[in-house]
C-alpha cells in the first residue's frame, strides 16, 4: 500500500504532469512539421531537382528473386527525416530565442519598489520632527 501512495505522489508532481504535457504536445508537433515537409516543402524541391520523389530514392543491392524481396538502402527516407528534423531544429531554436528575448525584456523593466513599513514611515517623521526644532 505504502509503495502504491509513493507512486502516486511521484506521478502526480506538477513536473511529471507538465512534461507528459510537453511530450504529447511534442508529439503533435512532430506530426504537424512531418506533414509540413511531406506535403509542401518536399514537392517543390523534387520538381526544381528534375520530378524526383525522394522518398522513391534508394540504392538495389540486391534484384528481386522471385518471392524474395529487394534488398536496398533507402536514402530518399534517409533525405526526407533529415529536413524534418532541421524544420523541428530551427523551429525549436526560434521558440527558445523568443523566450529567452521576453524573459531578459522582463528582467531589464525595472521592478516598482515596495513600499516603505509603517515603522519606517514614523521614524522618517520623527527624523523630520527633530530636523525642524
Same mark, same amino acid.
Given at each position: 500500500m505504502?509503495? &502504491?501512495? #509513493?507512486f502516486?505522489a511521484?506521478?502526480f508532481?506538477?513536473n511529471?504532469? =507538465?512534461m507528459?504535457?510537453g511530450?504529447?504536445?511534442?508529439a503533435a508537433?512532430?506530426?504537424?512539421?512531418?506533414? &509540413?515537409?511531406k =506535403?509542401?516543402?518536399?514537392?517543390?524541391?523534387g520538381?526544381a531537382v528534375?520530378?524526383v520523389?525522394?522518398? #522513391?530514392l534508394?540504392?538495389?543491392?540486391?534484384?528481386?528473386?522471385g !518471392? /524474395?524481396a529487394a534488398? /536496398?538502402?533507402?536514402?530518399g527516407?534517409?533525405i526526407?527525416?533529415l529536413v524534418?528534423f532541421l524544420?523541428?531544429a530551427?523551429a525549436?531554436?526560434v521558440?527558445?530565442?523568443v523566450?529567452?528575448s521576453?524573459?531578459?525584456?522582463q528582467?531589464?523593466a525595472?521592478? /516598482?519598489?515596495?513600499?516603505p513599513?509603517?515603522? &519606517?514611515?514614523?521614524?522618517? !517623521?520623527?527624523?523630520?520632527? &527633530?530636523?525642524r =526644532?
Amino acid at each position: 500500500m505504502k509503495m &502504491l501512495q #509513493e507512486f502516486r505522489a511521484f506521478a502526480f508532481k506538477g513536473n511529471m504532469i =507538465d512534461m507528459a504535457v510537453g511530450i504529447i504536445i511534442g508529439a503533435a508537433f512532430g506530426r504537424v512539421v512531418q506533414s &509540413l515537409v511531406k =506535403d509542401i516543402i518536399m514537392p517543390p524541391i523534387g520538381v526544381a531537382v528534375g520530378g524526383v520523389d525522394f522518398s #522513391e530514392l534508394s540504392i538495389v543491392l540486391k534484384e528481386a528473386a522471385g !518471392e /524474395t524481396a529487394a534488398v /536496398t538502402i533507402g536514402y530518399g527516407a534517409f533525405i526526407q527525416t533529415l529536413v524534418d528534423f532541421l524544420i523541428v531544429a530551427m523551429a525549436i531554436f526560434v521558440a527558445i530565442k523568443v523566450i529567452n528575448s521576453m524573459q531578459r525584456k522582463q528582467e531589464e523593466a525595472p521592478a /516598482t519598489p515596495a513600499p516603505p513599513s509603517d515603522e &519606517l514611515v514614523v521614524l522618517r !517623521e520623527i527624523r523630520d520632527e &527633530l530636523k525642524r =526644532d
